[in-house]
């Protein structure tokens, strides 16, 4: 009886927990975390001379000091400011720490070197195998963890199934966290003239214990020369952290009007 009670109950958290209670007019942006993807022992993605982690730092810097100028009632931390090593665990930590109200990670893709365009990312089911593939391609930095096991309740980057059950959490921030991809996708499309992937869902382990709306950015790919190109020019960077404040500055306004 017990037993089938406990059931019961664990059903019924899940089942309310995939209505968003915060809706998307309920609460005020008064503190975001930006996290420049990979860094240190673990340099990310790579083209022919551009490496993930450094275009990443650079165009999160970049965006926090956007932010800080124009929103100056805004705070702003980082999970890294320098090239170095963060354990995803960690990062999740911070934005939870500083009472963060949004949480955006920042990385770059890999792939065949026709691919390229940006993709945001929320935590949800993979609805592809190429969503499956980015979500495995970047949890596979726990690998560089000691504990990653314990840490992450003995997950394995290598198993789908572990990133089927990951993109059970954050229901409670799905709405406002699709909202806030969506309006980073419109800006790379309609102001920076990037090509946008759109908005997608796959279980990312840096998402999965933020206790806030949080987003995955992938500014392009890597292993596309064009693209290479693109992402390690400092203008560039600027266009796209602009474009990201753009979204955010959107954001802000809708949920606190």
């Known amino acids: 009886m017990k037993k089938n009670l406990s059931i019961l109950f664990t059903v019924i958290i899940l089942t309310l927990s995939s209505f968003s209670p915060l809706g998307v007019h309920s609460y005020k942006v008064r503190t975001i975390v930006l996290d420049a993807g990979h860094g240190g022992k673990d340099p990310g993605c790579h083209g022919t001379t551009g490496v993930e982690a450094k275009v990443t730092l650079a165009v999160a810097l970049e965006l926090g000091r956007i932010i800080k100028e124009n929103m100056p009632t805004t705070k702003v931390y980082y999970t890294r400011m320098s090239d170095n090593f963060i354990e995803l665990h960690d990062r999740a930590n911070i934005a939870n720490r500083n009472d963060a109200d949004l949480f955006i990670s920042i990385h770059c893709n890999s792939g065949p070197t026709a691919a390229y ?55 409670a921030y799905i709405e406002n966290s699709i909202l806030m991809a969506s309006k980073i996708e419109h800006q790379f499309s309609a102001r920076v003239g990037r090509s946008s992937r759109g908005v997608k869902q796959a279980g990312f ?42 979204a955010i500055k959107e954001y802000k306004t809708e949920i606190e009007n």
């Open 117 to 171: 365009g940006t993709e945001t990312y929320v935590m949800g089911l993979h609805a592809s195998e190429d969503n499956l593939a980015v979500a495995k391609r970047e949890n596979e930095v726990v690998l560089n963890e000691t504990d990653y096991k314990k840490n992450y309740d003995g997950f394995d980057p290598k198993s789908p199934q572990a990133h089927i059950l990951f993109s059970l959490y954050q229901n």
């Open 205 to 246: 382990l840096v998402l999965w214990k933020t206790t806030m709306p949080s987003v995955l950015i992938e500014l392009g790919y890597l292993t596309n020369a064009a693209e290479e190109k693109y992402l390690t020019n400092k203008s560039n960077q600027v266009l796209l952290a602009s474009g990201i404040y753009r």
